[in-house]
């Protein structure tokens, strides 16, 4: 029996076209992924996320655990709300999941974590909780939206009690803030500016049918992945994961190696792959030719095979063929050929992202 | 439940075929295919004048999610393709019956049109692939 978001009846009623997403019944579209992609881009859209895992941390500890659990360092977040993107490590330096941390106060933090990774992240948290004075707890019956968009916040604000709204305006980027049993933060996994939202799970069919009333489109698990894609955003699963580091998944920014005495959990590899450099990284290619490259397509320069594509799509914004690709470090260089079902297909290496914001941002290497 | 036409023939394969007047015959892509697919981005549909054994690859319709191999219905020679689909693949969703064909070609045997399935057997091929 599949999971069901507290959001499923909308779907239907909004004409969802539903899949199975990792046990959970999604919306893959609601009639075109691409028109969802540019509603996202130039206007609002709205996607369900409530399979996504929210874990509290809490207790006297907290703080020492995540400076031991995480590359990123939570001593960055001075302000109540502020928000941090890292990675997790195993002891081996390999990633079991990407997460963000909202600071709340000094023994309270809160943890996003993925849906399709929950169970062995929530083990994995428990039992690096063991040595510390904390408690991990996730929190169950919320639904969580993400309305994201250039016109997201002005039309959220449209719905929400002025109490809501007076939090939504003081949000900077990558801040979030507890209001009313909800929580809303600025954030997201498109490029574009936006709300993700947390509500109790029977506010949540209210709420995201008063969106639509005011011009939000839904948008599906289809714009999701291309939308993240031309943001440059990593997907869990895909692009990386338990045999891969961060420096070789281009998010090598998300360790602090300050101070030097901090041991979190996989510095050991971590450092020595800052030393001594990676043998792999994860980049961008755009098809220079028509195309769409596909996850475990060949990616070759000079004949030669030096890795393959990750992720790959077409990009609505760009109207080419854009794709990650985990390569031979040694070999980046302007071009590469992605081999896709028999045929070869002309590319450039680009530094991510490809889209922010709206416009086109990649720079080639 | 998607569109089924009773005046066309199918395929297992998901494609369709409609008997012209002039006696050529047009092929396009189901609207449960299309369904399927999602947003669809390119067409490479074949070569005016090329010959085709029946269930031979003919064309590739790529989408978003997934490319996918066309099969020839039929033996024939491709006779006109639809020059809209390529600059504009997206009619193949919108409407896949009628903007959205995709060639049409003249059959080594015209009775090969019989031995297609009709809109009720394909009902049934299209249930169990739900299903």
Known sequence: MSNRTPLYESHLKAGAKVVDFHGWDMPVNYGSQIEEHHCVRKDAGVFDVS???????????????????????????????????????????????????????????????????????????????????????????????????PHAIEKVKQVVSPEKMAVIDQLKPFNGLPVDHWFIARTGYTGEDGLEITVPANQAPAFFEALLKVGVHPCGLGARDTLRLEAGMNLYGQDMDETVTPLESNIGWTIAWEPLDRQFIGRKISETQQTEGVKR?????????????????????????????????????????????????????????????????QGEFVKLPFVRNGKPVFQPY | MSNIPSNLRYTKTHEWVRKENDGSFTIGITDHAQSLLGDIVFVDAPKVGNDYAAGKECCVIESVKAASDIYMPMAGKVKAVNDKITTAPNLVNADPYNEGWLFKFDATSAADFEQLLDAAAYTAVEQADTH
């Open chain 1, 281 to 345: 990284i994860l980049v961008g290619i755009l098809l220079t030719e028509r195309g769409i490259p596909r996850t475990h397509d060949k990616v070759m320069v000079n004949g030669q095979d030096v890795g393959e594509i990750t992720s790959g799509t077409f990009s609505p914004t760009l109207e080419k063929g854009i794709a990650f690709a985990r390569i031979q470090a040694s070999v980046l260089g302007k071009h590469c050929v992605v081999e896709s079902r028999g045929k070869l297909l």
């Open chain 1, 51 to 149: 399979h996504m895992t929210i874990v509290e941390v809490e207790g006297k500890d907290a703080r020492a655990f995540l400076h031991h659990l995480v590359p990123n360092n939570v001593d960055k977040l001075k302000n109540t709300g502020k928000a941090l993107y890292t990675a997790m490590l195993s002891e081996d330096g390999g990633i079991i999941d990407d997460l963000i941390i909202y600071y709340l106060r000094d023994d309270f933090y809160r943890l996003v974590v993925n849906s399709a990774t929950r169970e062995k992240d929530l083990a994995w948290l428990q039992k690096q909780a063991r040595s510390f004075h904390v408690t991990v707890t996730e929190r169950l019956g919320f639904a969580m939206l993400a309305v994201q968009g």
